[in-house]
């Protein structure tokens, strides 16, 4: 913790007061000093803002600390930044999962792919085992108070929840817009059979339940095109149940979407609702279309809750709409996303 400390002055008392302090019979009550030592519990002894000299802010939690029971703890502001900045997420690279299951599939997922563990602190509840099948030799595992549990959780009761895990952003992560140096686009995905975009979709829990939805069908990945929001936002964690820690995702701009088209020849699809006043009349998702792209590299891309499709998708795109025999126009984006994702997921 870095302190500023003033020069003191030594100053002028009355003569009375000098004879006080010169009687030593007389007790003289201690003052505190400008900078008292705080209880272990809420201090910090070492703050490492680039720990491993990789440009990325580190907040380092010295290892001896094993429990923090207080809500003013700076290592709790910390994660509570995490929990609700993005600018602050991306800028020390790790996000706050909350919950037992979405930490397990994560971790089961990063050992069987032989990935290095993500997890840097496991906070656990006071007397809550630690969770069946994680390796905590990896992590800082640190006890916490049922009030910090419920301030990082959001949860009123704490019991329902008994842990959460600091983990640092996967190395499948990409945001194109920061890393110039990304340029290489075969480089993006490990494979690109099939590609979810996602153009402004706002909607955290849409966007986290089509993270889960292409984890699920074998998508080879998310692109996410200007206007989404953070995949590593509380709310889309909690609906991707980890999916953002596992399928590739890469965050970039037209200009890089279309260098992938380029790169690997794939077709670009959109999905878009069969209405009059369109720029192009759509193809229906039949399983005469689903059988000719079959084994063509292909990109999905689906449209914000509000406005649907940007008009430049709507341009560069085959429009493809799902029929439907109801009254209703078009569905909530993660419905109709899920309908898509599993229509044209990869065939073995």
């Given at each position: 913790?870095?302190?500023?400390?003033?020069?003191?002055?030594?100053?002028?008392?009355?003569?009375?007061?000098?004879?006080?302090?010169?009687?030593?019979?007389?007790?003289?009550?201690?003052?505190?000093?400008?900078?008292?030592?705080?209880?272990?519990?809420?201090?910090?002894?070492?703050?490492?803002?680039?720990?491993?000299?990789?440009?990325?802010?580190?907040?380092?939690?010295?290892?001896?600390?094993?429990?923090?029971?207080?809500?003013?703890?700076?290592?709790?502001?910390?994660?509570?930044?995490?929990?609700?900045?993005?600018?602050?997420?991306?800028?020390?690279?790790?996000?706050?999962?909350?919950?037992?299951?979405?930490?397990?599939?994560?971790?089961?997922?990063?050992?069987?792919?032989?990935?290095?563990?993500?997890?840097?602190?496991?906070?656990?509840?006071?007397?809550?085992?630690?969770?069946?099948?994680?390796?905590?030799?990896?992590?800082?595992?640190?006890?916490?108070?049922?009030?910090?549990?419920?301030?990082?959780?959001?949860?009123?009761?704490?019991?329902?929840?008994?842990?959460?895990?600091?983990?640092?952003?996967?190395?499948?992560?990409?945001?194109?817009?920061?890393?110039?140096?990304?340029?290489?686009?075969?480089?993006?995905?490990?494979?690109?059979?099939?590609?979810?975009?996602?153009?402004?979709?706002q909607d955290p829990g849409n966007l986290g339940t089509l993270i889960r939805s292409a984890m699920a069908f074998q998508w080879d990945g998310i692109f996410l095109l200007p206007g989404c929001c953070d995949p590593f936002n509380e709310k889309a964690l909690r609906a991707s149940r980890g999916a953002s820690f596992q399928l590739p995702i890469v965050s970039g701009s037209w200009y890089?979407?279309?260098?992938?088209?380029?790169?690997?020849?794939?077709?670009?699809?959109?999905?878009?609702?069969?209405?009059?006043?369109?720029?192009?009349?759509?193809?229906?998702?039949?399983?005469?279309?689903?059988?000719?792209?079959?084994?063509?590299?292909?990109?999905?891309?689906?449209?914000?809750?509000?406005?649907?499709?940007?008009?430049?998708?709507?341009?560069?795109?085959?429009?493809?709409?799902?029929?439907?025999?109801?009254?209703?126009?078009?569905?909530?984006?993660?419905?109709?996303?899920?309908?898509?994702?599993?229509?044209?997921?990869?065939?073995?």
């Open positions: 913790m870095l302190c500023s400390y003033k020069l003191w002055v030594q100053a002028s008392y009355p003569p009375h007061l000098k004879l006080l302090n010169q009687n030593s019979n007389i007790p003289i009550p201690k003052t505190k000093t400008q900078f008292q030592r705080k209880s272990l519990d809420s201090r910090f002894d070492d703050i490492d803002d680039d720990a491993d000299g990789s440009g990325l802010r580190k907040f380092a939690l010295p290892s001896h600390v094993k429990s923090i029971t207080s809500t003013s703890n700076p290592f709790v502001k910390h994660c509570l930044k995490l929990k609700n900045s993005s600018s602050y997420r991306h800028s020390h690279a790790s996000a706050l999962v909350v919950g037992t299951t979405p930490i397990r599939e994560i971790y089961r997922y990063k050992e069987s792919s032989q990935e290095k563990t993500v997890i840097d602190y496991l906070l656990l509840l006071e007397n809550a085992e630690i969770p069946e099948g994680l390796d905590t030799h990896s992590c800082h595992v640190v006890r916490i108070g049922s009030m910090v549990m419920k301030k990082l959780s959001g949860v009123q009761s704490a019991e329902s929840i008994e842990a959460i895990a600091l983990m640092r952003f996967p190395t499948s992560f990409l945001n194109l817009t920061v890393d110039q140096n990304k340029s290489d686009s075969q480089s993006w995905f490990p494979s690109t059979h099939r590609i979810l975009v996602l153009d402004g979709i890089h979407l279309q260098t992938l088209k380029d790169t690997f020849n794939m077709k670009m699809l959109a999905g878009h609702p069969d209405i009059d006043g369109k720029l192009k009349k759509p193809f229906s998702l039949s399983q005469e279309f689903v059988h000719s792209v079959a084994h063509v590299p292909s990109c999905l891309v689906l449209g914000s809750e509000g406005r649907g499709l940007s008009e430049k998708s709507q341009l560069k795109c085959e429009l493809v709409s799902i029929p439907m025999t109801g009254k209703f126009e078009s569905l909530n984006v993660s419905v109709a996303g899920g309908i898509f994702l599993y229509m044209l997921q990869p065939k073995n």
